[in-house]
């Protein structure tokens, strides 16, 4: 299975702006485009309190950084990390295999 995963991994006391942000800029990059992302996840460190990740999902490697050359995400970038509180950290993950139980099919 191909596929490529941005992992955007943030530390805020702000997170109510960061999805707020993150809503705003959502629906202006979901237009259909093939770069656009194929999902997003937004999930919280149990053991780290304040310590946020955001994980995206895209078609490949090749879609992503044409999603990321785009306005909407360098404003995102931008207005993000005045909303953290150490600059985000960016993962960027080629997907090797993704599996789901028999059961869940």
């Not at 992992?7 to 093939?34: C, F, N, Q, W, Y």
């Not at 970038?77 to 005045?82: D, N, S, V």
């Amino acid at each position: 299975m191909a596929g490529f995963i941005q992992i955007i991994e943030m530390h805020t006391s702000r997170m109510d702006e960061v999805e707020a942000l993150g809503k705003e800029i959502r629906a202006r990059l979901d237009d259909g485009r093939p770069s656009s992302p194929l999902r997003g996840t937004i999930a919280a460190d149990r053991d780290r309190p304040g310590v946020y990740f955001n994980l995206v999902e895209f078609a490949s490697y090749e879609a992503a950084m044409e999603n990321s050359s785009r306005p909407e995400t360098g404003e995102f970038a931008a207005r993000l990390g005045k909303l953290c509180d150490e600059p985000p950290k960016f993962y960027n993950l080629d997907v090797r295999e993704v599996w789901e139980p028999q059961s869940q099919r």
